[in-house]
């Protein structure tokens, strides 16, 4: 028997139907961001020890340190975005490339970044594999955003900071959303849904949430 009593041999329309459930359970209910994360499979993301446990709703542990999180929590930071087929979003930490993956699917052009080149790298060539040619994925220091490529109609931050970062805000676009987890790695953190306003910014508290702290610089992996 599997975790949660779930058989080994479950087929996979019954286990896309489990992890759908799960979703919807945990307050998952834009039916765009549902139809995103059923047509991406959280199998290819995840390799190694950890595979078998693709499925559940839990972070799990990848290359360089990272992690990949949990279902319901991309899900619902995504759908925190409130993602037009027109926009621009601005991803900071690729990680296994999960997230990236959901978002191409909704908006039209996706940038991602990390500090780790290996996870860019691997990150890449999953989008190769999926098709995904609307995700452009480079190695950067994401606290400082892209201003290359800015302003952004969205921006979503998969590392915990103990503020917004002043330069992603700044590269928010007037009536842009921005998704950040923010506190201090060691203590709670709390999902902050950032909307740019004419005269300024709203911030509007989400969840409770647990995430890796969003490091300076670039890594020498």
């Known amino acids: ?59 799990l542990p990848i290359a360089c340190g990272q992690t990949i999180s949990q279902p319901s929590v991309v899900a619902l930071m995504t759908q925190a975005l409130n993602l037009s087929p027109r926009d621009t979003v601005l991803e900071v930490g690729t990680g296994s490339g999960y997230q990236a993956a959901i978002l191409a699917h909704l908006a ?34 994401g606290s400082y955003g892209l201003p290359d490529q800015a302003p952004f109609d969205r921006i979503i931050v998969t590392a915990a900071a103990e503020d917004p970062p002043g330069p992603l805000l700044a590269q928010l676009k007037t009536g842009g959303i921005m998704v950040v987890p923010v506190g201090q790695s060691d203590t709670v953190q709390h999902l902050i849904k950032v909307t740019r306003l004419e005269s300024g910014y709203d911030y509007e508290e989400l969840r409770p949430v647990r995430f890796v702290p969003l490091v300076e610089g670039i890594s020498a992996d």
């Open 1 to 59: 028997m599997m975790e949660h009593g779930t058989p080994e041999n479950e087929s996979a329309a019954e286990r896309k139907m489990r992890f759908l459930f799960a979703l919807r359970s945990k307050g998952v209910t834009d039916a765009r961001v549902l139809s995103a994360m059923e047509r991406v499979d959280r199998g290819q993301f995840v390799r190694g020890l950890f595979a078998e446990r693709a499925y559940e709703d839990m972070p």
């Open 108 to 141: 039209r052009r996706v940038y991602t970044v990390d500090r780790h080149r290996r996870l860019v790298r691997e990150a890449q060539e999953l989008f190769r594999d999926m098709g995904l040619v609307n995700i452009v994925a480079m190695t950067a220091d």
